[in-house]
């Protein structure tokens, strides 16, 4: 029995972003770029906001007053989303030297374009006309006939 994968709304939206990343960025070149830009992106936010949190912690260890407005977060909460942005944040760096190392392979241009060749297989433009009109026929169901009885 084969599985069907999964419909839930948080899969089908991964679906979704999947086909669109394959689509959007069809070559190993721009597969590179985008990777390793959002490994970065990701990177630098989380050290930004461990930086922020590091430094809110120990001016409250050494300042016994708050003011109220930094109370919106407890020094319970901030010692725990340290822990775990810490632990991401060496995941983080470690992929980032994985991509590195990934980012360093050059590919010819024919091979290139057996990429685009099946990124369009892979995730055809949702917007192409042939597909709007298949999926109308799929999704076309006929009138209920408890429409009828409704009023
Ligand atoms: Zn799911």
């Known amino acids: 029995m084969t599985e069907e994968p999964c419909q839930c709304s948080d899969c089908q939206r991964f679906y979704k972003e999947h086909d669109r ?13 985008l990777n390793w830009a959002s490994i970065q ?6 050290t930004k906001v461990t930086d922020d949190l590091q430094r ?16 919106h977060i407890s020094n319970i909460e901030i010692s725990e989303a340290l822990e775990e942005l810490e632990s991401v944040n060496a ?12 980012f360093d392979t ?6 290139e374009s057996k990429f685009k060749e099946i990124s369009k297989e892979l995730a055809p433009d949702p917007l192409n ?10 999704h076309q169901t ?3 006939p408890d429409k009828k ?3």
């Open 56 to 71: 809110k912690l120990s001016e409250r260890e050494s300042n016994e007053d708050n003011t109220p407005e930094d109370n």
């Open 41 to 46: 992106s990701f990177r630098t936010l989380c």
């Open 91 to 102: 995941y983080l760096y470690s992929i980032e030297a994985l991509m590195e190392r990934i």
């Open 129 to 138: 006309m042939d597909r709007l009109i298949l999926n109308r026929l799929f």
């Open 142 to 144: 006929p009138d209920s």
């Open 106 to 111: 050059k590919i010819s241009n024919k091979i």
């Open 21 to 33: 990343l394959i689509r959007e960025f069809p070559t190993f070149k721009q597969q590179q770029e």
């Open 149 to 151: 009885n409704i009023n």
